[in-house]
RNA sequence: GGCGGAGUAGCCAAGUGGUAAGGCAAUGGUUUGCAAAACCGUCAUUCGAGGGUUCGAUUCCCUCCUCCGCCUCCA
């Protein structure tokens, strides 16, 4: 599989450094309220990413870290008049539970920030005795970044637009910790009286860890000194991950991670979402408006990771019917298939171009492409072509971790008795020909929220989408 | 100001130095009492504007216009 590196800024094949296992890490939420699409268009993409690795024959060991402490979650713990733990946990179950709706496998391994306390103050030690870090007379640590010179490699930083952030700094006057340059970055911050409870013991007194340091820490801790990728959303190349490196270079040696994975963040109607803007989707605000996970996923997937996605509630109609379009297919596929048929080739068959997509540079849109395509390709099939063609689409489809639905069958047992009086009434006043009479019934019935539709023989009754 | 990305049909969105995937919507037909559903079709001589290179450019180069992101502990 291909994938561009934002380092490198060219596409480089994947492959294990220690040859067998895919290890990397994802820097996952901070848990201070519900994600948005936003938040979660990288995390699919990074689900899709590791489902394509798998499904190409890798094994993987994916770490993705939850960020428990940090300026936002103990100001709003504080606000809800909860412990910092409890407010995290409950905000850390939300996530998980709309990670499940979305199809999203579990990381192998999760670490929140504040179990990882130790090997932060461990690693801030570390850099103060090199001489990459020091401390300030309040007891906050800061990273020294002139003694790192690859720093701004990532973000493509020279030492002149550094300079220009040190003096806007200055204007603004935005920092009250004090440190020798303006542009140094802190590792670790001294108590201070709005952090409550909030507040660890270390070699430099009160305080708790800044939030570059965490993903470093835990990056060291699981995955050591080097991995095979990193990823984020394209708003932590600067500074965060261009801080990571600086950190965990200077405090493990050698080198960090080996590729660099950005997903670029999405738009709404065209424009940034914003809570001001109103434009600032939840999962559950979309639920409301009667949208699945499955189609808020379908939609997030279909971009290119790299391009900027607009996503609009429009998009998610067109996903529901493309979902359904698919399923279809399937179903097609399925019942020409011989169900005895043994297997032994694992290719793509029809569904080749689909899996090439997605293994060339993670293309998904035109995967989802390629699965329509293959479908009508397939559509003659029968017996063990059909079977084959089938394994192709649902390897595909897992990779994209997409789950069709079901076709809607309804238990008639479950439509009130009312309902069913009105149908038959309109049945039978169908078979009498009395038009007009059958026409008002079934408006009726539209009214009451049900669908009938009309065979030769008989009719059935389904729900009316939501409106 | 610096860095980066993007402008492809009504909408979402791939793609390529050789003549524009796919989805939604729309629309024609079959079917239907009429619809719905289902099935079969149609749907960009054109890729922001203008130049240039080339046998040939949407794809490369230049200029311009528009939009977006980052440069603040935002995915």
């Known amino acids: 599989m291909r994938l561009f590196d934002t380092l490198s800024r060219t596409e480089r094949d994947l492959r294990p450094i220690d040859g067998s296992t895919y290890r990397f890490y994802c820097c996952g939420p901070t848990v201070y309220g519900p994600a948005h699409i936003g938040n979660f268009r990288t995390f699919v993409l990074q689900d899709v990413f590791r489902r394509t690795l798998e499904t190409g024959g890798f094994r993987t060991l994916h770490v993705r870290n939850i960020t428990d402490v940090d300026d936002k979650t103990i100001r709003d713990s504080q606000k809800a008049g909860k412990s910092l733990t409890e407010f995290t946990a409950g905000w850390t179950a939300k996530f998980h539970a709309d990670c499940e709706k979305l199809g999203l496998l579990p ?27 020091y401390a300030s007379e309040d007891g906050s640590v800061y990273f020294k970044i002139s003694s790192f010179p690859g720093y701004g490699r990532l973000s493509r930083l020279d030492q002149r637009e550094l300079d ?36 660890w013991q270390s070699p430099w007194g009160e305080g708790r860890p800044g939030w570059h340091l965490e993903c470093s820490a835990m990056i060291q801790e699981y995955l050591g000194n080097s991995f095979d990728l990193h990823s984020g959303g394209i708003d932590l190349v600067f500074p965060h991950h261009e801080n990571e490196i600086a950190q965990s270079e200077c405090a493990c040696g050698g080198h960090f991670a080996e ?51 607009n996503f609009t509630l429009d998009s998610l109609t067109g996903a529901r019917e493309a979902l359904a379009k698919l399923a279809k297919g399937a179903r097609h596929l399925a019942a020409n298939a011989d169900p005895d048929a043994r297997l032994t080739s694992a290719d793509f068959g029809p569904f080749q171009a689909a899996w090439d997509s997605l293994a060339n540079d993670l293309n998904t849109p035109c995967a989802l492409g390629g699965l329509f395509t293959g479908l009508r390709d397939a559509s003659a099939l029968t017996g063990v072509e059909a079977a084959a063609a089938l394994a192709g689409f649902n390897r595909v489809l897992r990779a994209l971790g997409l789950t069709l639905p079901e076709e809607a069958v309804h238990d008639s047992s479950a439509i009130p008795e009312s309902i069913q009086a009105i149908a038959e009434a309109r049945w039978q006043a169908r078979l009498a020909k009395n038009w007009a009479e059958s026409d008002t019934l079934r408006a009726r019935l539209a009214e009451e929220g049900w669908l009938v539709k009309d065979g030769k023989e008989s009719y059935s009754l389904e729900p009316l989408p939501a409106a």
Do not use: C
Request: glycine share 8%; no cysteine.
């Open 107 to 133: 990381p192998h391994i999760e670490p929140g920030a504040v179990e990882h306390i130790p090997q932060q103050i461990a690693m801030i030690e570390k850099l103060v005795e090199k001489g990459n870090a």
């Open 164 to 199: 220009i952030g040190k003096t806007q700094n200055a204007r603004s006057n935005s920092d009250e910790y004090e440190k020798d340059s303006l542009s140094d970055f802190v590792l670790w911050k001294s108590r201070r009286p709005d952090d409550g409870d909030n507040f």
């Open 259 to 309: 590729h660099w994975f950005h997903i670029t963040h999405l738009l709404v109607d065209g424009g940034k979402m914003s809570k001001s803007l109103g434009n600032l989707y939840t999962l559950d605000d979309l639920a409301l408006k009667g949208h699945t996970a499955m189609e808020v996923r379908y939609v997030l997937i279909g971009a290119h990771y790299r391009k900027q996605l």
